[in-house]
């Protein structure tokens, strides 16, 4: 889901650069045309949830047939909405219309705004459709363990989705987005590529590094109190040698049962535990998986993420300067079947990155989360528990056939399993593992260091 939902917003800013300048006829029908669309998404959504919650109350105890069916029918819910995001944007021409057709290209911020509007309403009117069906399976998964169920109604399970989806992707991109309105407002002529290029490489520095304290505001959080498990995470950062800013407790009323390390610089580095994992896991299996979270921090996966994400586009950038006579002939080419410049940067810029996360991001995703499990076993007393721990994870928050496949940043957990006791087991493929990935990480850091520099020689 966060895969689509960062193509989304970024194809929607993508068709907004590149749509011609010129006013669409019609505008009254295309702009009916977007939101009958939207409508139709939403009510397939409802169609889904509601066929699904008469299916669990049809079936209920009996197989586990609705589960699976109702999550197929996400996926090609997901897969309608991307289709009809694209022909929001690029086939009904949305960006055209609220810049030329209704005048708004000069209004600050307020362009920019609507024209991401059809991503986030649909997203947030779909996760309410379907938030019925939801909340049934939720309530059959915690009868199935023997916990009673939580009943939150109304909007807030869909305002919580946004907050922890949405949010993280859509703000920092609004601050960009706002800079970048702003230069072009008190910047002109020459000047404006220099100013644009000064103020946002700096601010995009600061909202890497800053992100982190932003998020802790941005979803609901609280210093983990003191008392022994407290003091038990303190031993595990003494294992392991790091220590992030704060502990902080991720309310997410039951919802979520999982931890997240954010930050790349120690100063703004936090470690969440959501309300649920403190509530359903034990001590020690909640400092196993503290443990792999800093291992994530002590091998500084947050940067080599950030290094994988900035790789093809130095590479691109590359490429353009080194071959251009190339890159000319395979753009005449597009342009000879009807494809124009803008139309070009669009489905280019879509198709590498999307193919790109869904292929090297993701492998080396699932890479270095074996390396932090491998980490998380060094930091608790008994690899058992970490071992144990994911055993828990996968019975709190997975069927077993979700345990059995990866996801797109994540091995399956079953896999991660086995990995963990091979590698406790074998430590001397444990020690050639680790230089494996300490090889790949150098390699890395190269090649991006190089592809930038390659155009400046």
Not at 76 to 87: K, R, Y
Not at 194 to 212: E, H, I, S, Y
Not at 228 to 234: A, C, I, S, T, V
Not at 295 to 322: I, N
Request: aromatic share 8%.
């Amino acid at each position: 889901m966060q895969l689509t939902i960062i193509l989304a917003l970024l194809g929607a800013l993508v068709a907004a650069q590149s749509a011609p300048t010129e006013s669409l006829p019609d505008t009254a029908e295309r702009a009916l045309l977007c939101g009958l669309l939207l409508g139709l998404l939403v009510i397939a959504a409802r169609i889904i949830a509601a066929a699904t919650v008469a299916g669990l109350q049809a079936d209920y105890g009996l197989d586990a047939a609705w589960p699976i069916r109702y999550r197929r029918l996400r996926q090609i819910h997901a897969m309608t909405w991307g289709l009809a995001i694209v022909a929001i944007y690029f086939g009904l021409g949305w960006p055209q219309l609220v810049r030329e057709n209704w005048h708004l290209k000069e209004a600050f911020l307020l362009d920019e705004l609507l024209i991401l509007l059809p991503v986030v309403l649909s997203l947030f009117l779909s996760w309410w459709a379907m938030g019925v069906a939801d909340q049934a399976l939720e309530s059959r998964r915690a009868l199935e363990v023997g916990r009673m169920p939580r009943t939150v109604g109304g909007f807030r399970p869909t305002l919580l989705l946004a907050r922890h989806l949405l949010a993280p992707v859509l703000v920092p991109l609004l601050v960009v987005v706002t800079a970048q309105d702003l230069v072009s407002r008190y910047a002109t002529g020459s000047s404006l590529s220099t100013v644009n290029l000064l103020l946002t490489l700096p601010l995009l520095l600061v909202v890497v590094v800053g992100f982190p304290w932003a998020l802790r505001y941005l979803w609901r959080t609280d210093p983990l109190p003191a008392g022994p498990l407290r003091d038990r995470l303190h031993q595990v950062q003494q294992r392991l040698g790091v220590r992030p800013r704060e502990i902080l407790v991720w309310h997410t009323d039951g919802s979520i049962c999982n931890a997240v390390v954010v930050g790349i610089v120690p100063r703004f580095r936090y470690v969440l535990l959501s309300d649920a994992l403190l509530e359903r896991m034990p001590p020690e299996q909640i400092a196993a998986v503290y443990a792999h979270e800093l291992g994530h921090a002590r091998h500084g996966h947050m940067f080599l993420r950030l290094l994988a994400v900035v790789l093809p586009v130095v590479l691109w950038r590359a490429m353009a300067e080194t071959f251009p006579t190339a890159w000319a002939a395979a753009s005449d080419a597009l342009l000879a079947y009807g494809l124009n410049l803008p139309a070009q940067t669009a489905l280019l810029t879509l198709v590498i990155a999307a193919g790109y996360a869904a292929t090297v991001f993701s492998w080396y995703c699932r890479v270095l989360e074996r390396e932090a499990d491998l980490c998380g076993c060094q930091g608790v007393e008994d690899a058992r528990h970490f071992t144990s721990a994911l055993r828990t994870l996968s019975a709190l928050t997975q069927t077993p056939q979700q345990a059995a496949k990866a996801s797109w940043l994540h091995p399956a957990l079953m896999d991660r399993i086995a990995f963990v006791q091979h590698m406790v087991e074998h430590p001397d493929e444990r020690a050639r593992f680790g230089r494996r990935m300490r090889r790949l990480s150098w390699l890395l850091l190269a090649m991006v260091a190089a592809l930038t520099l390659w155009p400046l020689v």
